[in-house]
């Protein structure tokens, strides 16, 4: 049975990851984790600004991608976490399919990086 992930949506939960959690940056995708009691489960949320990416619909596409990365976290042994994804890659890549892809794949390095994999 595939353990569903909990969505991240309340700004205190988002400030506290930011602020007690890690970072690892890359070009275009932040990555901050914060390693919680196991009881907690592993939670996972993103945050897109408008800025960044003005149409809802491709803010959602983008979403649902880095939502698909973590389908199956896996169990870490005694520990769960908390992951914020911040997209903060501007117009360099045009088509959605384009910025998906590279968002995604970004998002796979700095997750390798970290030890949480996708």
Not at 6 to 34: N, W
Not at 43 to 59: E, F, H, Q
Not at 87 to 96: C, K, L, R
């Amino acid at each position: 049975m595939v353990k569903k992930i909990t969505h991240i949506r309340r700004s205190r939960e988002f400030i506290e990851v930011f602020d007690a959690g890690k970072r690892e940056k890359g070009s275009g995708v932040t990555v901050y984790f914060l390693e919680t009691p196991a009881e907690k489960g592993f939670s996972v949320g993103v945050t897109i600004p408008k800025k960044v990416i003005p149409l809802a619909v491709d803010r959602n596409r983008i979403r649902r991608v880095i939502y698909a990365c973590f389908s199956d976290p896996g169990e870490k042994k005694g520990m769960s976490v908390k992951v914020v994804v911040k997209v903060t890659m501007a117009e360099e890549y045009a088509s959605n399919r384009k910025r998906s892809q590279k968002i995604k794949e970004e998002l796979k390095r700095l997750l390798k990086k970290t030890g949480i994999l996708c």
